[in-house]
């Protein structure tokens, strides 16, 4: 079983702060991304990667940067949290296949005050 | 802009009736299709997925895929009160710069009542 882990279940954190969320997975697979759901607005991805050291922007990359030193773990850092980071933060991975079916971790549910 | 349109719903179905989804998309290079399900606080987990034309048959779900009209659809036979969840439509194109990305639809609320 693929199994996708987020370092934390919920976050607090305040206006300003450097926050980092981190993902690992143990299923050796090349893809990684990132995602915030919001009500109303669904999945939005945030970065990917498909190799160490390689990121590209998704969609709304603005306020985040990620960082991909090993294969395993993919970090999400937002460089100073405001209010409307607020959100549920989704990892996913998948391998470089023609499946391409994401597996996602458990979620990081983040409030910025 | 690629795009994955569902309803939103809520699709409201009688426990031991069958639900129906629908997904459209409009990249006709698409090649691969999934259904996630996503219960309330919860992150999508991948029930089915399905690349050629026709039905692919898993336990209570049914996914059909006809790409000649762009859309794909769940079924959920013998509906129980556990699936009542947002069920997620995604897209992906096999091309060498999608790098796996995934084209996700809004989702579809449905509740199963008792």
């Known amino acids: 079983d693929v199994k996708v882990t987020q370092s934390s279940r919920y976050l607090v954190k305040r206006t300003g702060e450097k926050v980092f969320l981190e993902c690992v997975q143990d299923?050796?697979?090349?893809?990684m991304f990132w995602y915030r759901q919001d009500p109303g607005l669904g999945l939005r991805l945030i970065y990917f990667s498909y190799d160490v050291k390689m990121k590209e922007k998704g969609d709304i990359p603005e306020g985040y940067s990620v960082s991909r030193e090993k294969k395993e773990r993919f970090s999400l850092i937002l460089e100073s949290a405001s209010t409307n980071q607020t959100s549920m933060y989704l990892c996913?991975?998948?391998?470089?296949?023609?499946?391409?079916?994401?597996?996602f971790g458990p979620g990081t549910r983040l409030t910025v005050t | 802009q690629k795009e994955v349109e569902q309803n939103s719903g809520p699709l409201s179905v009688p426990e031991g009736a069958i639900a129906s989804l629908n997904c459209t998309y409009s990249?006709?290079?698409?090649?691969?299709f999934f259904w996630y399900r996503q219960y309330s606080g919860k992150s999508p987990e991948l029930i089915m997925f399905?690349?050629?034309?026709g039905d692919k048959e898993d336990g209570r779900f049914t996914a059909q895929l006809n790409k000649a009209s762009q859309y794909v659809s769940l079924l959920i036979r013998d509906s129980q009160p556990s699936d009542s969840a947002t069920y997620l439509c995604?897209?992906?194109?096999?091309?060498?710069?999608?790098?796996?990305?995934?084209?996700f639809g809004a989702g579809t609320q449905v509740v199963v009542t008792p």
């Open positions: 399905i690349y050629s034309n």
């Open positions: 996913a991975s998948s391998l470089r296949t023609a499946s391409y079916e994401q597996y």
């Open positions: 299923m050796d697979h090349e893809n």
């Open positions: 990249d006709r290079g698409s090649q691969s």
């Open positions: 995604a897209v992906g194109h096999w091309a060498t710069d999608s790098w796996g990305k995934l084209q």
